[in-house]
C-alpha cells in the first residue's frame, strides 16, 4: 500500500509539471500581452514600456519564465499580479478560493443526499412512475447546459418574480440559483449512475440467497445491495470532488460569482501569468489528491480489491 502512495505520488508530480508547463506555453501563445494591459491607453514612452518589460522578467523566453516561476514555487513564493499591481498571488486565491469552496460544497452535498436514495429508489421501484419521472428528469440534467439553466433561473427568479438576486454574492439568497444550477447537473449525472448500478447488483446471486435465507428487504437492500452499487458511485463522486473548485468557471460567470471561475477567467483575459499559473497548479495537485484518494475509498469499501 505505501509502495503504491509514493508511486501514485510520483506520477502526480509528473503530471503537475506537465500541465503547469502546457498551461504556461499556451500562455505565451495567447495574442496580445500583459504589458499593454498594464498600460492601457496611456501613452508611455518606449523605455518605459521595456522597463516594465524587464521588471516582469518578459523579455527572457518562455521556458526561463516558467524556471524562474517554478524555483518561487517551490520556495512557496505565488509571486504577485501582473495586473493588479502590488497584490500577492496568495492574497487573490485566500479572497476567491472560500467562495467557491462553500458554493460547491453546498451543491455537492444537497446533489448526494437527494440523487442516491432517488437512484436506489428508482432501481427498487424499477418501471414505476418514480422511475420513469426520476430519469427523464436526469437525462434532463444532464442534457441541459449549465449556461442555459443559470440563464433561466435569472429571467424567471430575478427578473420576472424578482424574488432572488441575479448575482454576486453576501447573503444567504445570493447561494439559491448557483447552488441550484450546480447541483441540478450532479444530481443527474449521480442519480443515473446509482439506478444502474443498484440494478445491476439487485440481480446478483448473494442478493437472492440473502433473500432466501428470509432476510427482509430493507436489510436487503441496504446491507448487501447498496454498499456494492455505491463502488461506481464512489469513483464518480471522487472524480467531482477533486474538479470541485474548477467545475464553477461558468455558473461563476453567468452568476458574477467572485470566486477562483471567475478569476481565472478574468487572469486569462488580462493575461495575468502569475496568477493563471498558480490557479492551474492548485487544482492539479487537487485532482492528483481526489483521484489518490478515490482509490483507498474504493479498496476499502471492496474488500475484494487490493491495492498492489
Known amino acids: 500500500m505505501f509502495q503504491y502512495i509514493v508511486r501514485r505520488l510520483l506520477q502526480g508530480l509528473v503530471v503537475i509539471f506537465l500541465v503547469t508547463l502546457a498551461t504556461f506555453g499556451l500562455m505565451h501563445l495567447a495574442p496580445g500581452s500583459p ?3 498594464m498600460i492601457g491607453e496611456a501613452e508611455v514612452s518606449q523605455e518605459v514600456i521595456d522597463a516594465i ?9 518562455w521556458y526561463e519564465q516558467y524556471l524562474v516561476w517554478l524555483g518561487n514555487m517551490l520556495r512557496g513564493d505565488f509571486g504577485q499580479s501582473m495586473v493588479r499591481t502590488g497584490v500577492p498571488v496568495s492574497q487573490m486565491l485566500l479572497e476567491a478560493a472560500p467562495v467557491t469552496l462553500k458554493l460547491n460544497l453546498y451543491s455537492f452535498a444537497i446533489a448526494v443526499l437527494i440523487a442516491i436514495p432517488a437512484g436506489v429508489l428508482a432501481a427498487v421501484r424499477r418501471y414505476s412512475l418514480f422511475d420513469y419521472s426520476s430519469m427523464v428528469g436526469a437525462t434532463l440534467g444532464v442534457a441541459l447546459p449549465n449556461f442555459w439553466i443559470g440563464l433561466m433561473l435569472i429571467i424567471i427568479f430575478a427578473q420576472k418574480l424578482r424574488w432572488l438576486p441575479s448575482g454576486g454574492s453576501g447573503s444567504w439568497q445570493h447561494y439559491i440559483l448557483p447552488v441550484a444550477v450546480l447541483a441540478t447537473e450532479q444530481m443527474a449525472v449521480l442519480a443515473r449512475l446509482t439506478r444502474g448500478a443498484t440494478v445491476e447488483v439487485l440481480h446478483q446471486d448473494f442478493v437472492t440467497t440473502a433473500r432466501a435465507k428470509g ?8 446491507r448487501h445491495v447498496v454498499r456494492n452499487a455505491l463502488l461506481p ?5 471522487g ?3 477533486a474538479f470541485i473548485l474548477s467545475g464553477t468557471i461558468v455558473v461563476e460567470t453567468v452568476f458574477a460569482w467572485p470566486g477562483l471561475g471567475r478569476l481565472f477567467i478574468l487572469s486569462i483575459d488580462r493575461l495575468d501569468y502569475q496568477v493563471v499559473q498558480a490557479i492551474v497548479f492548485l487544482l492539479t495537485i487537487l485532482v492528483v489528491i481526489g483521484n489518490l484518494l478515490t482509490d483507498l475509498v474504493y479498496a476499502y469499501i471492496d474488500p475484494r480489491i487490493r491495492i498492489q
Open 35 to 37: 504589458v499593454d494591459i
Open 239 to 241: 472524480y467531482r470532488l
Open 215 to 222: 432476510l427482509a428487504d430493507v436489510t436487503v437492500i441496504f
Open 53 to 61: 518589460t524587464k521588471k516582469w522578467g518578459l523579455d527572457r523566453p
Open 233 to 237: 458511485v464512489i469513483t464518480i463522486i
